[in-house]
């Protein structure tokens, strides 16, 4: 049987053209050949009648056959939300090799700031917060008998991790002694016995020295005893200050003392002071 419209081969009973939709009519329709045997790979939605796999709509009530939609590109899916970002492949980009060398310039950069005293390296630790070491005093004095000498110094607003670090000592003015000995008449050998090298050293705050100045004892950041020679290491309350180095010798009425001293304000990094030396004789031969 023939669709009187496109001459298409209809089944046996068709009611409907498989191609156009045509309806059939038995006096418009012609006789012939009837096709092999198709294989039913489709069902009708509607009406559930099964139909050949070229079918495009039902044969028993004439509804379009839904196809499989073809499979959209990717760009396409993307746009209507149907493939997650994740899914898209992407070009690799070789960066490892451009991100070792730019992590090593930075390391080296650092390091170099961090440890190098000139005076580059110098601003870009004050910029960062990093201190190099302020000298508070280093030089030889000498110190009259029942008397004392003091060096004032300061610490700036928001300080911390601050030490005062150094060493001292202390010997008889024997010049000095000698012409006051010389002067009393007393001899030489007696005098002797009573030659004195001591010295007592103090790290006080500004209230603190106030208040032994008086003659009042008074706390102090640190105290030496009275002592020859020492090493002073002591931390500074964090914040800003005003401290006194002090080098008493009220106790000798008769002994003048040569004292000489190199003390630091040290304002602590995590760079161990061996690896800062070795760092800088580094930086020395590579002319930094």
Not at 22 to 38: E, M, R, S, Y
Not at 138 to 164: C, D, E, W
Not at 200 to 228: C, D, H, I, K, L
Not at 242 to 247: C, D, E, G, Q, T
Request: aromatic content about 10%; glycine content about 6%; proline content about 8%.
């Amino acid at each position: 049987m023939l669709c009187i419209k496109c001459a298409a081969n209809l089944p046996e009973g068709s009611q409907f053209c498989l191609k156009c939709g045509q309806p059939v009519n038995g006096a418009w329709a012609t006789t012939a050949a009837l096709p092999p045997p198709t294989i039913a790979v489709l069902a009708c939605s509607k009406c559930g009648a099964t139909l050949p796999e070229e079918a495009q709509f039902c044969a028993k009530c004439g509804k379009p056959v839904s196809l499989p939609a073809k499979t959209a590109p990717i760009s396409e899916r993307v746009a209507s939300g149907q493939v997650i970002p994740s899914q898209v492949p992407r070009p690799k980009l070789k960066l490892r090799p451009l991100l070792w060398i730019l992590l090593v310039v930075v390391l080296v950069a650092s390091l170099w700031a961090a440890t190098s005293d000139s005076p580059y390296a110098q601003g870009i630790q004050d910029l960062v917060g990093w201190k190099h070491d302020q000298t508070v005093l280093q030089a030889p004095f000498s110190v009259s008998p029942h008397t004392f000498r003091y060096y004032k110094f300061s610490l700036p607003p928001g300080s911390l991790n601050v030490a005062i670090i150094g060493q001292f000592s202390a010997s008889s003015d024997t010049n000095k002694n000698h012409s006051d000995r010389k002067n009393a008449g007393k001899d030489n050998a007696d005098s002797d016995k009573e030659a004195d090298t001591s010295i007592e050293v103090y790290v006080m705050s500004e209230p603190a020295f106030t208040v032994w100045q008086n003659g009042y004892a008074a706390s102090s950041v640190y105290e030496s005893g009275r002592v020859s020679q020492g090493t002073m290491e002591a931390e500074l309350p964090p914040g800003a200050g005003i401290y006194y180095l002090v080098f008493n010798n009220k106790f000798a009425p008769k002994a003048a003392k040569n004292v000489n001293a190199t003390v630091l304000l040290r304002y602590k990094n995590w760079v161990p002071e061996s690896f800062r030396r070795s760092v800088d004789r580094l930086w020395n031969w590579l002319g930094l």
